[in-house]
């Protein structure tokens, strides 16, 4: 089965700094991978996604990220970290079995940035 | 421009209750997931609808059983509530199979059972 890790529980970052939050996979095939955000008291919402192509993906909020084949990595990066950006970040990666077809989450990391 | 919307949002039950949370999307999206959020454990598929009349189990179905009697909603029942069923229930919708584009997520149901 597919499955993704996140090895930080909790990630804190200067204002200002660049952010980099870890997510590793473990697939068969070749990878479809997501970054989803959780602000306080909401549900998920959609940063960016990597299906093929190239390395870099620029999603939503100036985040972006990097997939790695090789380390069978895909950090989630942004260059100046706001304040705002505090939230839970979950990396998810796609699973496919027969006829279903549903994504598999990450235990999540909370970032906190620090003014 | 509600997208997908959970009710109710708060919800106390006492072990051996039963209740519905019912999630209601105007996207037109023909899937439909329902999840549960517990800390440390991120979130776990419990079932989900590829379409109107079809529902599937997912990682952790037990204890719960599901409807897709229309395909805007999508209900979770609860027959009889256990404590460990105490959880953030999040509903979510796709326009095609979640594991090929983005997921809208409600904004959760916090549900306590004591």
Redesign the interface.
């Given at each position: 089965a597919q499955s993704v890790a996140q090895p930080e529980?909790q990630v804190n970052v200067a204002e200002g700094n660049p952010l980099t939050v870890k997510c590793t996979y473990s697939v068969s095939g070749n990878p479809?991978l997501?970054w989803?955000v959780q602000y306080p008291?909401?549900?998920?919402?959609?940063l960016l996604?990597y299906?093929t192509g190239d390395n870099l993906v620029k999603g939503s909020y100036g985040f972006e990220a990097e997939f790695n084949k090789s380390q069978t990595s895909f950090h989630l990066k942004k260059p100046s970290a706001l304040v705002s950006d505090s939230a839970l970040y979950?990396c998810a990666v796609?699973?496919?079995w027969g006829r279903?077809?549903?994504?598999i989450?990450?235990?999540?990391t909370r970032l906190h940035i620090l003014p | 421009n509600a997208g997908?919307t959970q009710t109710p949002k708060f919800r106390v039950l006492k072990t051996g209750q039963s209740m519905t949370l019912l999630c209601a999307q105007d996207m037109n999206h023909e899937y439909m997931?329902w999840y549960r959020q517990d800390p440390?454990?991120?979130?776990?598929?419990i079932h989900?609808s590829v379409g109107e009349g079809t529902t599937?189990k997912?990682e952790v179905p037990d204890g719960y059983n599901v409807s897709r009697l229309k395909k805007q909603n999508f209900l979770l029942g609860l027959e009889s509530a256990a404590p460990s069923q105490t959880s953030v229930y999040?509903c979510?919708s796709s326009y095609e199979?979640?594991?090929?584009t983005?997921?809208?997520?409600?904004?959760?149901t916090r549900l306590t059972v004591v």
């Open positions: 529980d479809y997501f989803y008291n909401r549900g998920l919402q959609f996604k299906i979950f796609r699973d496919i279903d077809d549903k994504i989450f990450g235990k999540g | 997908v997931y440390g454990m991120g979130l776990r598929l989900y599937a997912g999040f979510a199979a979640l594991g090929g983005e997921a809208f997520f409600g904004q959760g």
